[in-house]
DNA sequence: ATTATTAAATGGATCACCCATTCAATGGAA
DNA sequence: TTCCATTGAATGGGTGATCCATTTAATAAT
């Protein structure tokens, strides 16, 4: 589409074919008369057909990411909308994680590298809504590592094996120097990497969303208790040689007795569970 | 600020603390001089702040699903920011399924009950963004339904059975009509539904996001070629049966063996299994 | 050549309006 | 009284003008 060529794509003008208020005099007209039902009006808000004309360009292969978007007072004008409504749209896009903004000249609307984290944030938001609990988020968790223990098994790497050596040294330091807070971070980290050596990206970022929440519990509850589980780094050791050695049973069997225990800590006194604690304040390294 | 109460929770004066425009001079104190790390800085924004306050509220329980926000202009007004502003926060909730906006007298921002779908829109963001890749995504989704067959084997109820019953009947109703596309749309129902027949949330979320990409594919081969699947209904009371009689072993195998024949029907014609032609349309149903 | 200054482009934010929708209150007709 | 049409206020949806803060490239001064 462009002319002008500069060293990392200007996108400019896209031609956004314009928006224009078409009046909600629409009712979209139903097509085939298949199914008498009439639900989804909600009348087509100009900055849902932003977004959507945005995700679409992305998903056509027009927008990639790195590319930048027209300079908001231009796309506004090319779109024939108002910049605060371009901007509502853009603000949704940004906290989607699917564009970056920056100001000063060069600055601009970019697309971005997709953010795995975003399902954490899912995850956070249907916990604060009481759509899905606490039990059912820890259950799905002990299943999807049950799994993950699988391909981690059949697909781990060198490298990933290493990575993950090199996480039970921190631990172990952690521990020797009674760095209780940094050990659970830790952990958190050991299941992002042991999620990575499946060499499954959706795997991985699922187990993600899933343990950031779990760490959260196990962070407050040592936080407040100053309790910490025993032998952690031995249990890491024994769980990794049988990981190296491709053993997915004794590996799982080790983990799942691990993930039972730590259950156990954390139920030890409810009221430390409860969802406002871990989900409330934001600790260091747990958010973007 | 008024008093006086309605029906449904009417939130009055959440007596929010301004937010007030501290001018960029912050750089955040360091705190604990532990990490030379100076990457974060990214000049906290005004809406950025507003969801954070909105969402800390719902995870310490004060907001509830069913609750209304004040209305924008006292709201803008009690946080100390501009109208514009405030909206660009709300529409940013909106968006991720928090907030539902309502107009007219009476309307408001009220809180919603999560909305599950959106981690479809996660899982069709990191596709369209090339952050995962359609075969990631395949091989999740075998990895996971077997898990889910595992878990509906233990816990599906009657109901849930009964209901995947039901499902297939459509299906045979709209094989003998030659509805393919419903077809395909029954199927996606199906996957819904022994998903849902764990009775984890989690998992059945999970299973949806991977589902709903990977039912645009079939939807958009069949809608293509015209080809569909051979005895598609006889296969499922094949796997409807071993599910009611608990026996995982024969239900995994079905459907693992039905699923790689799906794929093969698939990747008969590489051409069709591009993203854009999955992702780029909305098909009625696949969408809010 | 190096460094300080300036100017332009861009996102961040505000203000003052106006429109469209919704719903309770009002009031007139049956 | 009962019912239905009217009306008006509250609310979200949207616009346009205007200013601020940040960033970077071009320019000027050293």
Redesign the pocket.
Known sequence: MSTKSSPRAPQRSRTASP???E???DLRAAGSAAAPTFKP?H???????ICERIREQLALGVLKPGD?????????QQL?????????A??SL?MAGVLR?????????FIQQGDTRRMNEVMRDMLSLGTISVRELSEARVHVLDLVVQLACANARRADLDALEANIERTVLATSEGRLLDRVECSREFYKLLAASTGNKVIAMIVDSVTEIHMRFVYAKVASSGVAMARLAEKRRQFLTALSARNAELAGRLLRSHLESVQRMLEQDPGAMSLHVALADVQPGMRR
């Open positions: 928006i224009r208020r009046r909600a005099t009006i009348t087509r808000r100009t900055f849902e057909e930048k978007l027209p300079a908001e007072r231009e796309l506004a024939g909308v108002s910049r605060n409504v371009l901007r509502e853009l603000r940004e903004l920056q100001k000063g000249v060069k600055g601009g609307a």
